[in-house]
């Protein structure tokens, strides 16, 4: 028996062993714990991307993707666990989706020459590229989201006196959004009510209480895991209307929607990649990886909103990769090429359409300035009669003109206290 | 065989009363500590450090803390987690208040100052007891928590309310941030272990820990043979938020860098620690270690083995290390309900006559 184990390690160590020259994409996934929801589809998505890149197109330039789980449970310990056992193997690229992790990550990955592509979520101010050398956010960030929010309610009527109320996890990610949506409320003269809910986020009935009795025009909410679907079902309860109701794009899948029933219908939520699963990679997905029995997690999730923002991630970082394989001449890249290869990335429609994403995302460029990209926001709205989400308004572009500044003013901050100097010359 | 006493005299009191009575016994101290000083360091790199021996040796800290309340003055406590953070941001406010001074100082009053909120919110055990200490200081891991979330100037008016610890010096050498070299980060916890190590073993068995123990066993026939009582509890709760304070403040400057108290220093924090010294061993020293020990490696090996070794999926092998890790806790609840340190001392007293039983 003893012999048997033996020879089974060995076995299992040689098979291990030849992926290691591979381009290692690192997942920090959870699937376990209260925000599994969130995290099965992405890295489901993230994983079934890569997967069929090997088996569609042999890899990128040539190189075999390799995908190395390592389950966080969204949480920070556990973060850094993950993060040194991968960082030795290769890892070119950190996708923690957790605001968290990724706030711890920042400095190490930097001073590794590792870097972070937090998409949507992370530090805001680390678009700035000229601080934040070794992390990007494109193509939008919460700022982006949140002065999003408040121009479709603007290109809805005038928002000048109107109350609306922000209902957010009570977390770094959740308190992201405040500065940008106090300096939109003296800008637009909208009056902004906070109302933060504690991890989880199973208990909201006094916030929502609260919204009953001061009767908000709009409720913005930064949520993430079971804290949603909580919100959706109470809005439901104390009868909010579902169309004044918006979600950031973590709190828009089909998992926050779908225990509400019918009376989450109309429910909004910004979004800054297409929707639904009309679009011809998913027959490639379905060919080559889903009927190949390859098929990340259980493979139920393909075409949902969660996933299609881990395929969007993955794609992101293949098409990095690609440009700094271009870049630097070699196929074998090192993570500092594959920094290079994100500065140097750029999302054209024909690219998309190319890889079968046609209109999937908007069109942006990443520079040494700005790792942010453009920040053009989408929105989507459910129905519950057919369970789908339909892109309502077009990718249109947020306010930079009160993003920059906060951008530019936290970012001193850190680089100040962290003794940071431009890295854009 | 192992732990032969035949030749071993002692011949002063001092040498009756130290630590390791036996001989075979203190030079194993003595090579552990050599092995941790001057071998380890040497040896280590990121991934150890960072997975292994910093959560192994700043939860043996927290867990001494613990040990100290519950285990030697039977004060039941649910605290630990927001008294953790109550180090975590002194140690912060204190590190951007004054970057100049050397780290080993912030730490040394971050542990003060958590150890006069413990005596503040050790208040209540003059009073109540057992189970009703036990809501009480649920209440102080609540409040603390909100505390920090809630008011800016802990976090020094940051947008997202988290804090993170800057590149802080020991004479001349980083401990902290992200350019700390594996070993400097080590030696400098491995020094506080040691240091709360002695202390409390020396404490507990001197007259304050005679005091602690004889209220835990039972608390009037304490105050009849004269223990005050308001001065064994709260010099109880304050040594052990003391430890516990330097436990929270190397927690967020050495080993996370970066934490938000919500999800850090939440309520799973105190019931980890507490699970630690119920496995470890209450009422012992090397039970706090061995309880550390075994929460902070067990969790790691599971994963090396299900997940890099059997190839398994990854959410599998976490859902089952939850199950594992409660089983064993029922488990040595019922088996041993005295811990870890009761094997050891069990597997010890069976060495000692080894081979020869009879």
């Known amino acids: ?425 | 065989m192992f732990y032969r006493e035949a030749g071993d005299f002692s011949t002063s009191y001092p040498e009756d009363s130290q630590t390791f009575p036996i001989r075979f016994d203190r030079y194993r101290y003595y090579l552990v500590l050599f092995v941790a000083i001057f071998v380890i360091p040497f040896t280590i790199n990121d991934y150890w450090v960072n997975s292994i021996f910093l959560p192994f040796l700043i939860y043996a800290i927290a867990a001494i803390g613990l040990n100290i309340l519950v285990g030697y003055c039977g004060q039941v406590s649910l605290g630990t987690g927001g008294f953790m953070a109550v180090g975590a941001y002194a140690c912060y406010k204190l590190m951007t208040a004054f970057p100049e001074v050397s780290m080993l100082i912030h730490v040394l009053i971050a542990g003060l100052i958590t150890a006069g909120v413990g005596v503040m919110f050790g208040l209540p055990s003059l009073r109540i007891k057992g189970f009703y200490l036990a809501v009480a200081t649920l209440a102080a891991q609540f409040f603390l928590v909100w505390l920090f979330n809630r008011v800016p100037w802990f976090y020094n008016y940051s947008a997202s309310g988290q804090i993170s610890a800057p590149e802080r010096t020991v004479f001349g050498i980083e401990v902290t941030g992200p350019n700390t070299e594996a070993w400097a980060s080590y030696l400098f916890c491995l020094a506080f272990v040691i240091f709360s190590a002695v202390i409390a073993r020396n404490l507990t068995r001197g007259a304050f820990g005679r005091k602690w123990m004889a209220i835990r066993d039972m608390d009037i026939a304490a105050e009849i043979i004269g223990v005050n009582p308001l001065r064994a509890k709260l010099s109880a709760f304050a040594v052990s938020s003391f430890f516990i304070g330097i436990s929270g403040a190397l927690f967020f400057a050495v080993y996370l860098g970066a934490v938000e108290v919500g999800e850090a220093f939440g309520i799973t924090k105190s019931f980890t620690v507490l699970f630690m010294i119920i496995i470890g061993g209450l009422g012992s020293i090397f039970g706090s270690f061995a309880g550390a020990a075994f929460l902070v490696v067990l969790p790691v090996v599971l994963k090396l083995v299900g997940v890099d070794w059997l190839g398994w999926p990854t959410d599998i092998v976490a859902h089952l290390q939850l199950v594992i890790v409660g089983a064993l806790i029922v488990i040595f609840l019922i088996a041993e309900p005295h811990g870890l340190a009761q094997l050891w001392r069990v597997a010890k007293e069976k060495l000692r006559l080894w081979p020869f039983p009879h």
């Open chain 1, 1 to 425: 028996m003893k012999m048997k184990l033996g020879t089974m390690a060995v076995a299992a160590v040689m098979a291990a062993s030849p992926v290691m020259a591979d381009l290692v994409f690192p997942s920090l996934s959870y699937r376990t714990g209260p925000y599994a929801a969130g995290g099965i589809p992405f890295a489901d998505g993230y994983a079934d991307y890569m997967n069929l890149l090997n088996a569609r197109d042999g890899g990128i330039g040539g190189v075999m993707t390799n995908v190395l789980e390592c389950e966080t449970g969204y949480n920070t310990e556990k973060g850094v666990e993950c993060y040194e056992s991968t960082k030795g193997q290769g890892a070119l690229v950190y996708q923690p989706l957790s605001t968290g992790i990724t706030y711890q990550l920042i400095p190490k990955a930097t001073a590794d020459g590792i870097p972070i592509h937090s998409m949507g979520y992370g530090r805001t101010s680390a678009a700035n590229g000229d601080v934040f050398s070794n992390v990007f956010n494109y193509p939008a960030n919460y700022w982006n989201g949140a002065s999003g929010a408040i121009n479709y309610l603007m290109s809805q009527g005038d928002i000048a006196g109107k109350k609306i109320a922000l209902v957010y996890h009570n977390s770094a990610y959740g308190k992201e959004p405040i500065r940008t949506l106090e300096e939109l409320a003296k800008k637009h003269g909208f009056e902004l009510t906070l109302l933060p809910v504690d991890h989880p986020g199973q208990e909201q009935k006094s916030q929502w209480l609260q919204i009953r009795r001061e009767k908000p025009d709009n409720v913005i909410m930064y949520g993430w895991g079971v804290m949603n679907q909580v919100a959706v079902q109470e809005a439901a309860n104390i009868r909010y209307p579902m169309e004044d109701f918006i979600g950031i794009w973590w709190s828009g899948s089909e998992n926050d929607v779908l225990p509400a029933g019918d009376a989450a219908d109309g429910y909004k939520a910004l979004t800054f990649h297409g929707v639904g699963d009309d679009f011809p990679v998913f027959a490639d997905i379905q060919k080559y990886v889903v009927d190949a029995g390859n098929a990340a997690g259980a493979g139920d999730q393909v075409g949902t909103v969660l996933y299609n923002r881990g395929l969007y991630a993955a794609m992101l970082a293949a098409e990095a990769a690609k440009t700094a394989q271009e870049i630097h001449g070699t196929g074998d890249i090192t993570p500092a090429m594959m920094r290079d290869g994100m500065e140097a990335l750029e999302i054209t429609e024909a690219k998309m359409t190319a890889l079968g994403l046609p209109g999937f995302g908007p069109e942006f460029s990443v520079s040494c300035e700005n790792h942010g990209g453009p920040g053009l926001i989408g929105m989507t709205q459910w129905d519950a009669s057919a369970k789908t989400w339909s892109l309502i308004n077009e990718f249109a572009p947020s306010d930079m003109d009160v993003i920059q500044p906060l951008i530019d003013e936290d970012s001193a901050a850190y680089a100040a206290e962290n003794n940071i100097a431009s890295s854009c010359k």
